[in-house]
């Protein structure tokens, strides 16, 4: 099973308040963690939405609106993605991290669709899936 661990935008991180040296530390010591489990796919910290755009589509125009962007709540600092046996041992993972931003905060955890979990997908469409991550995985 493969999870996005979302990490929520504080008001600190929305300014562009950089993490001090202690947090630095400890997120790296527990990236290793996760590393050395066989846990970690991809992680990474995000810039502010003040440098960040939205596209809107509807019916006839798409528009494009340049960041900032008001509710704080709603907006991603960073994210890892994990590769996890059950959303159990995600829980377990997410509940060692390290405080993520000085100010209290919170993470999210939402487990990715897999091909196979649409009612629609036939086996062509399953083995063309799988063709196109092997591929990307080769850049």
């Not at 008001?11 to 993490?19: F, L, N, R, V």
């Not at 790296?28 to 910290?45: S, Y």
């Not at 907006?75 to 000085?102: F, N, T």
Request: aromatic fraction near 8%; charge should be negative.
């Amino acid at each position: 099973m493969k999870v996005m661990v979302i990490v929520k935008a504080t008001a600190d991180s929305e300014a562009g308040k950089m993490p001090g040296a202690k947090m630095l530390k400890e997120m790296m010591a527990f990236n290793e963690e996760l590393v050395r489990a066989g846990v970690l796919v991809a992680g990474e910290g995000l810039q502010p939405s003040s440098k960040g755009h939205r596209v809107k589509f509807s019916a006839d125009r798409t528009v494009v609106t340049d960041g900032p962007f008001a509710e704080t709540k709603e907006l991603i600092a960073g994210y890892w993605i994990w590769q996890v046996k059950s959303m159990e041992e995600a829980l377990d993972w997410a509940k060692r991290c390290p405080k993520p931003h000085e100010q209290d905060c919170e993470i999210e955890l939402r487990s990715f669709f897999e091909v196979a979990d649409f009612p629609e997908a036939d086996a062509e469409l399953c083995a063309r899936e799988a063709a196109l991550r092997e591929q990307a995985a080769k850049r």
